[in-house]
């Protein structure tokens, strides 16, 4: 059995490094299609349900046999009056359930850890995917079909590794009774060994539109969490123009959509399930009658139809197990869908080594807007236009602009048939021409330099270790007070003092109750917009990167906190280069340089003061700046 909780080693960066094996673990998922994907997920753990379906062999066998002890124990011991036998068959019988009850405790005990093996596993298998993918993975897939397969479609592949070993217990347990009937008459054995699966027959054209209206559902659920994950993250904002009753109205239409989708998906699960009963009793009622009618004529004796009934009651489980494992699979089927749309994304930066390396303490340059950084200079980026020096901001990070992805690859699921199938290979055609595409953009000169060495021929790991953008949409998350100051636990209290001091970020220490320790609640919700900012900005200082990017990193704070930061960012940066994109006079005043964008390109450089005096764009930028509200 593997160790719990299962390694999950990254995934290559090599696009379609991941293809078709089945002996690397967690490392490399087949993603060629649903059933592949399902079959190597159970594979990862194939000894150990190996192990478990023999377990739970021995722990249905004594149900099986138990039927033929109790008619032993007529026939031999009470019909014929004798104590002995009875005492013998009757403690058999209590051996076998003590057998049973045994097993079963190790079969659950052993289940439980496979199921949170494969959910966990599968947990692990998105947030490596998301990892890899960085930036580009919420543009090519909606953030609610990220957190569904990663919660709830995890959560069913764990389910079929506990149905699959159940079901392989009750099918040997189905053969063992079988055998025992065989032995006593030949035309109720015939009955037992074909009612099986005739009954799983009879049921097969359900699953069909079982999965369709699973599928409905599962799109219509992620589609609800995407809603409610956009929502949570501008509550703030909605609440400020007074959106929030709309929104809400929004998400409870959405999710009357959702119900709906359930409510269909129920009933046909539901008729699934009343077939299974159905047939299970129209088993037992027909063991029963054949018993009774061969008792009659003298060919069974009583003791043997008690045994008879025993079994046809016995039979309902493995009969209802197979069932459910046909239930279980279809979900499955529908969940590993929407899990390869996930894991099959493959990053777009390259698949050669990157033979280049970024030198130390050299200018950056930006070839499209003209723009230069100087090493160890405070350069403040001023535009009218935000969206160009987020842009900029993004280039110099290499991060992928909007415009190279798409969105919504993904298909009704209520269509069917051909039509169903032609949807899915158009949506493939889209991803591999989507993949192109970025890897193209990727690949090539990248247009910004650091010391004459383009971005697109370093490697992106040490592109994201040696340029840190940090902008207005970084997060928060949960954990404490040091571990988002830190999160790879790098630094000493007096560096971590440090940085919380230049962002005027020390009201966040004094804010909470147990100090470096505190609790942070996901997206820092328990603080206030500006005091997220700074913890923000003091974690990007205290990363302390070769180059540093800075999205507008006071838009939030009062003129009087942003005069702190101001006035204590270039004594801690200094030494090292920084880009602040701002229009803030008090930034500007600090600077080393400032650069004006106008049309996405570099017009002037120099002081704040030289450029006031000489250009008048660059006026009327920073007097608007100085009129607008804070």
């Not at 249905?60 to 004798?82: K, T």
């Not at 039509?419 to 055609?429: L, T």
Request: hydrophobic share 45%; glycine share 10%; proline share 4%.
């Amino acid at each position: 059995m593997f160790d719990f909780p299962p390694q999950v080693p990254e995934f290559s960066a090599r696009p379609n490094a991941t293809k078709r094996s089945w002996t690397r673990g967690f490392r490399d998922p087949d993603t060629s299609s649903p059933r592949r994907f399902l079959f190597w997920l159970l594979w990862q753990q194939g000894p150990s349900l190996l192990v478990a379906s023999l377990v739970a062999v021995v722990e249905f066998i004594p149900g099986a046999i138990g039927p033929y002890l109790i008619g032993q124990v007529i026939d031999r011991g009470i019909a014929v009056r004798d104590l002995g036998a009875v005492w013998f068959w009757s403690l058999l019988l209590l051996g076998a359930i003590m057998v049973g009850i045994g097993f079963g405790i190790v079969r659950h005990t052993m289940i439980v850890s496979q199921w949170l093996i494969a959910m966990y596993g599968s947990m692990k298998l998105v947030t490596r995917k998301t990892t890899q993918m960085g930036h580009v993975q919420l543009r090519r897939v909606p953030a609610g079909e990220v957190l569904s397969v990663s919660s709830g479609d995890s959560d069913m592949f764990g389910a079929l590794c506990e149905v699959g070993t159940r079901a392989a217990g009750a099918l040997v347990a189905y053969l063992v009774v079988a055998g025992l009937v065989l032995s006593t008459s030949v035309q109720l054995g015939i009955v037992v060994l074909i009612a099986a699966p005739v009954l799983v027959a009879a049921a097969l054209p359900l699953l069909k539109p079982l999965e369709r209206r699973q599928a409905v559902e599962r799109s219509r659920l992620s589609e609800l969490t995407s809603l409610a994950t956009d929502i949570v993250a501008g509550l703030r904002i909605l609440r400020g123009i007074g959106g929030e009753r709309t929104f809400a109205e929004n998400y409870a239409e959405q999710s009357q959509v959702a119900r709906k989708a359930g409510v269909r998906s129920g009933t046909w699960n539901a008729l699934v399930d009343a077939t299974a009963v159905l047939f299970s009793g129209l088993l037992l009622v027909t063991l029963t009658w054949l018993g009774a009618r061969q008792v009659a004529a003298g060919e069974l004796t009583v003791g043997a139809l008690i045994s008879f009934f025993g079994y046809a009651v016995f039979m309902m489980f493995p009969v209802q197990t197979f069932f459910e494992l046909a239930q279980t699979w279809v979900r499955c089927l529908v969940s590993a869908r929407k899990a390869i749309a996930v894991l099959e994304q493959q990053p777009p930066w390259g698949a050669e080594e990157r033979a280049g390396s970024l030198p130390a303490e050299a200018e950056i340059v930006d070839r499209e807007s003209g723009f230069t950084g100087r090493p160890g200079e405070l350069t403040v980026v001023v535009s009218a236009m935000p969206d160009d020096s987020a842009a900029l901001a993004d280039r110099l990070g290499r991060y992928l602009p909007a415009e190279s992805e798409q969105v919504g690859l993904d298909i009704d699921e209520s269509i069917k048939g051909r039509e169903a199938k032609a949807a899915r290979a158009k949506q493939k055609e889209a991803r591999a021409r989507q993949a192109a595409r970025d890897l193209e953009v990727a690949s090539r000169d990248w247009g910004v330099t650091v010391g004459g060495v383009d971005l697109g021929a370093v490697d992106i790991g040490e592109v994201r270790q040696r340029i840190l953008v940090s902008d207005t949409t970084s997060q928060v998350f949960a954990g404490t007070l040091q571990s988002a100051l830190d999160p790879l636990g790098r630094l000493t209290r007096a560096e971590a003092e440090r940085a919380l001091h230049t962002a005027a970020a020390e009201d966040v220490f004094d804010a909470m109750p147990g100090g470096w320790q505190g609790r942070i609640d996901e997206r820092g919700r328990g603080l206030s917009g500006g005091q997220r900012q700074r913890l923000v900005l003091a974690r990007a200082l205290a990363a302390d990167p070769e180059i540093l990017i800075l999205v507008e990193p006071t838009s939030a704070v009062d003129a009087h906190t942003e005069a702190m930061i101001a006035g204590r960012l270039p004594e801690h940066r200094a030494g090292r280069t920084t880009v602040v994109m701002s229009t803030s006079p008090l930034l500007l005043h600090h600077a080393d340089r400032v650069v004006l964008m106008q049309d996405g390109r570099a017009i002037a450089d120099g002081t704040h003061e030289d450029l006031l005096e000489r250009s008048a764009d660059y006026r009327r930028v920073v007097v608007r700046s100085m009129e607008e509200p804070g």
